[in-house]
């Protein structure tokens, strides 16, 4: 098979050119990385999950007409998606106070907040990505009012359906983080969500036992990552075939 053209590698993921042109293949790697890449790890078998679990999330969506970028996954580690222009900002909804919203306001995490509350980082490594308001938004032409309204709407659509798709499977959905694409139709433009929706890229804890299962365990040294994302795939019924629980030792 001709070796696919590379378009892009990220920390996660590396972007091929597609079969056919405005497509473009995603490769789940296995790296992890936190702190803006400060922490690094290989954890085996991320990739596959992240990718299973990112169509089910995305094929969710596209079902309930939220649009996406996603087309079909192709095998264990790689999905093709609508290629797009990736708007430059993290859109980040909250439902419980944790993380980087705790630390700035003081708030304890897992704390109810009042409302869904939707933030917007820029996109930027160098500066570790750093908030920005709807009037920088504005300013610098990073999007339009217009976008700005649609991004809103999209974000509290996405957060309704992972959070009623994780309240489904005794997991709560504390905040999560998307991407948005605008996708060129002749002379108009669309928005989709795009990237990834994944452990990686939103806080899961166990409703019960508040057990987290996301990546503040390799963020903060919390057990085995796989492990917790195979217990998000395992209980949405998304496993990758011939993955069995690993033995357990009867004394
Ligand atoms: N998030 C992400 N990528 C980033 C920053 C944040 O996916 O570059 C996700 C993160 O996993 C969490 C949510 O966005 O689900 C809110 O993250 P927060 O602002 O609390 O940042 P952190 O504490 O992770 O630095």
Redesign the pocket.
């Known amino acids: 098979m001709a070796r696919r053209k590379k378009i892009y590698e990220g920390k996660a993921k590396t972007l091929y050119e597609g079969p056919e042109p405005g497509t473009i293949v995603q490769y789940f790697k296995d790296d992890a990385t936190a702190?803006n890449a400060e922490k690094r790890a290989t954890i085996e078998g991320k990739g596959v999950l992240n990718n299973l679990l990112s169509e089910y999330f995305m094929t969710g969506l596209g079902a309930i007409g939220v649009p996406t970028h996603f087309l079909k996954r192709l095998n264990m580690r790689e999905q093709l998606v609508r290629s797009c222009e990736i708007i430059p900002l993290?859109v980040?909804v909250?439902n419980y106070a944790?993380?980087?919203?705790s630390?700035r306001l003081g708030i304890e995490e897992g704390t109810a907040l009042p409302r869904p509350i939707v933030?917007y980082?820029y996109k930027d490594d160098a500066l570790g990505?750093p908030l920005v308001t709807e009037e920088h938004i504005a300013a610098f032409g990073w999007a339009s009012q217009q976008d700005m309204d649609d991004i809103l709407s999209l974000a509290l659509r996405v957060n309704d359906f992972m959070s009623g798709v994780m309240f489904g499977v005794g997991i709560r959905l504390?905040?999560?983080?998307i991407e948005i694409g605008r996708i060129y139709d002749g002379d108009f433009q669309r928005l989709v969500v795009a990237d990834e929706i994944s452990p990686?890229?939103?806080?899961l804890w166990d409703i019960e036992t508040k057990q987290k299962l996301?990546?503040d365990v390799f963020?903060r040294d919390l057990g085995s990552l796989t492990d917790a994302y195979s217990e998000v795939a395992r209980r949405l019924g998304v496993m990758p075939k011939g993955a069995t629980p690993k033995p357990t030792l009867i004394n």
């Open positions: 702190f993290e980040i909250r944790a993380g980087s919203l630390k933030e980082c990505d504390v905040d999560f983080k990686d890229s939103c806080r996301d990546k963020r």
